[in-house]
């Protein structure tokens, strides 16, 4: 930010523990898929001289989308750290996916960040999703800078982009997102199309040229100032008008010239403080190049602008029971509080356990207090153990580099913690502590698999336990009225990742199969049914008669059961065994196979005989009575109907509504809200939603999101059940 002029990289590329939480920067680079963040933290990683060429570490493997997954996938779809060394500070640079998919990943990120990076596409803009990333870590303060990337396109237009991205995150202040250099453009090419070779400081006025592969200071020539000197003036006034000192921007309107040093200054507070959002520009180096545009540019800002990890306000913390508990934020020398931000297996390593520490220091060889909480509802089981840390290290690409201890304020990974799942808490084995979990995306969309073969279904158990553990955006149920077991995805691509990973690294093969939604039957009608269960075969024989009436009662009421015999014609103690027989039944349905509800079953009349009448007998007696009253009645099949609230940016609106209503969804109602979107609320069968996860980001480019919860069954239109019911015979 002061435009310094570095020609050599910054750090030898070795692990480094952090001794002090002012040494350490934590950011997080956000943008949609294809926007070149990768290739952003590998070009700075280039420059911070981490890697030996670009992307590249000794070993000559990536430095991050180093997963062969991701090779395959041709995608990030993980969480990466890749820590560099800048001017004696420590960067934590962490690389997620841009992906809808793997917003859990992503999420994970902010967690574990201090600062964004959203980089942005010259060549594609900023998408829905983006901007309501922009505006999550708006409503948490988090400061941001901008990052505008493939500058090297067709009709790339740097200044045009800067335009978009003050109308998409500027809000009501776009005066507030401002860039601090402005490219210098090379020779034209045969097509036209002028390649960016520098960069011009507007606070400096110096120019900085890339052309030679390594950064060139000099000054800009004359028909660059004018260009210059309007940009610059409009930085300034940006600058003055957060700064903290009231008085500047009435001194400076005066005449008064500023003096750069304070300008500085003033700029590094705004952006630490999240109300100002600098535009940078970026690429990465050309073959043989050490330093990519713009890439010394952005280590400044990170390492001067950027606000340490002390200056983060404290997450909540509680004890494993509840009560609150109050800690000095990032202090090496307070109590431990750690948090597990991502979890991942290696096939030589084993578990390996990314945290970040908020207080505290973790040292290699220390027992630790593991807590999880609230996250049964997905599948995962509350824990509170003590395990013993192993080695530590820092990652950089598929290497692990050891380290003796991660203080305050760091990230580093913990190896071979056996229970310690995505979204723990790691604290003093004599002081457990436990921090409020990060919010993450409900899991919606719906995969129903079966083990390929016996030695898988031995093993698909452990293996789907390992898979939920590692990602909290996934859950798993295992549905006692289908008898399926379901992984909830948030996407297609999430659920081909959860797959490969369970094939490549649990070694278990399974067969995706159509997933069933519970269903249910009813009564249409009164309806009357008689048990006779008479055997006798030499020896003790059974013997057992009852007759029953059954009757609809309103939705939600279950099974109602009542006895209205007189005379003693059932014995007493054989009328709850009649009971016991009906509800059995119910439960395995009495049309095509799904539990009975709603129904008052009324036990009218029976005989029973004085030596051959027993418990078994009655309970078969009730099961046979209400099967006979089944084949008489009218049964209806209920299917579940979902409360289903939707998100959507105006412009589709339209589309959300009429699709809704093609799937049998009753509109109940719409709401404005901020930034131009829409809550749109309705009641639509579960079985027509599906995959609704996918085919709303379809329709709505990405940009909506939806909610469901469980609202009730009702009956399913006679030709829909038809279908149903042809579909079970076809099965059987």
Known sequence: MGDKAHTHPGAAGRATAADHPTSVRNVVLVGHSGSGKTTLVEALALTAGAVNRAGRVEDGGCVSDYDDMEHRQQRSVQLSLVPVEWDGIKINLLDTPGYADFVGELRAGLRAADAALFVVSASDGVDGTTRMLWEECAAVGMPRAIVITHLEAARADFEEMTRICAEAFGGDDPDAVLPLYLPLHGPPAPDGHAPVTGLVGLLSRKLFDYASGERVASEPGEADLPQLDEARSMLIEGIISESEDETLMERYLGGEQVDVKTLIEDLERAVARGVFFPVLAAAPATDGARQGLGTVELLDLITRGFPTPLE?????????????????????????????????????????????????????????????????????????????IGALSTPFGKQQRPVSHVIAGDLGCVAKLTRAETGDTLSAKDDPLLMAPWEMPDPLLPLAIEAHSKPDE??????????????????????????????????????????????????????????????????????????????????????????????????????????KVVGGAVPRQFIPSVEKGVRTQAAKGVAAGHPLIDVRITLLDGKAHSVDSSDAAFQTAGALALREAASEARIHLLEPVAEVSVLVGDDYVGAVMSDLSGRRGKLLGTEQTSGGRTLIRAEVPEIEIGRYAVDLRSLSHGTARFDRRYARHEPMPAQVADRMREEVRAAS
Not at 336 to 354: F, H
Not at 516 to 538: I, M, N, P, Y
């Open 458 to 563: 031995d093993k698909l158990s452990q293996g789907l336990a390992r898979l939920v553990a590692e990602d909290p955006t996934m859950r798993l149920e295992h549905n006692q009225d289908t008898h399926q077991v379901v992984l909830w995805c948030l996407g297609e691509a999430h659920a081909d990742v959860a797959l490969e990973r369970l094939r490549s690294r649990y070694g278990v093969q399974v067969d995706v199969v159509p997933h069933r939604v519970s269903l249910r039957e009813t009564f249409g009608d009164r309806a009357a049914g008689r048990g006779r269960h008479v055997k006798q075969s030499g020896g003790h024989g059974q013997y057992a008669i009852c007759e029953i009436e059954v009757e609809p009662l309103p939705g939600g009421s279950g099974i109602e059961f009542v006895d």
């Open 312 to 388: 983060r306000a404290a997450p909540r913390v509680t004890t494993p029971e509840g009560a609150g508990r109050e800690l000095r934020m990032c202090d090496p020398e307070e109590s431990l509080v750690a948090e597990v931000v991502k979890t991942s297996s290696d096939p030589y390593v084993g578990r390996i356990s990314m945290v970040r520490v908020f207080s505290g220091t973790l040292r290699a060889d220390q027992t630790v207090h593991v807590s999880g909480h609230g996250m049964t509802d997905r599948g995962h089981e509350d824990h509170d153990v003590d395990e013993r």
